[in-house]
């Protein structure tokens, strides 16, 4: 199971931290953050493949996002920074075991997920 936490209310510009802690071992697996915006499909943000390689799901994500992991403790993060109105979403991690390097951005890949923390950025 994965549970994710961190989310909140902050004004543009503002930065969260998000966390995502796994109650098993993830450290073989794919980990990867989804989000949904109001009226939006899910849309991926960010993963961390098998081989320890970082995607991101484009320019201004990877500009202002941070994707990273604690193996030993099972857990994944979300650094966000220069958050805007438009990040405002529910954020989703997910993990698993069998997520290739060519999919690592479609979430029928990923065989867990965690509940997901709401992300509020104010004008």
């Known amino acids: 199971q994965l549970q994710a936490s961190g989310g909140g209310l902050v004004q543009a510009g503002g930065s969260l931290r998000l966390t995502c802690a796994a109650s098993?071992?993830?450290?073989?697996?794919?980990v990867a953050w989804f989000r949904r915006g109001p009226g939006m499909d899910r849309q991926f943000v960010a993963a961390?493949?098998?081989?320890?390689?970082?995607?991101y799901g484009g320019d201004s994500m990877k500009e202002r996002f941070t994707i990273s992991r604690d193996s030993a403790a099972n857990t994944m993060y979300l650094q966000m920074n220069s958050l805007r109105p438009e990040d405002t979403a529910v954020y989703y991690c997910?993990?698993?075991?069998?997520?290739?390097?060519?999919?690592?951005?479609?979430?029928?890949?990923?065989?867990?997920w965690g509940q997901g923390t709401q992300v509020t950025v104010s004008s």
């Open positions: 997910a993990a698993g075991p069998s997520v290739i390097s060519s999919n690592v951005a479609n979430p029928d890949a990923y065989a867990n």
């Open positions: 961390i493949n098998r081989s320890g390689g970082k995607i």
């Open positions: 098993g071992r993830i450290s073989r697996y794919a």
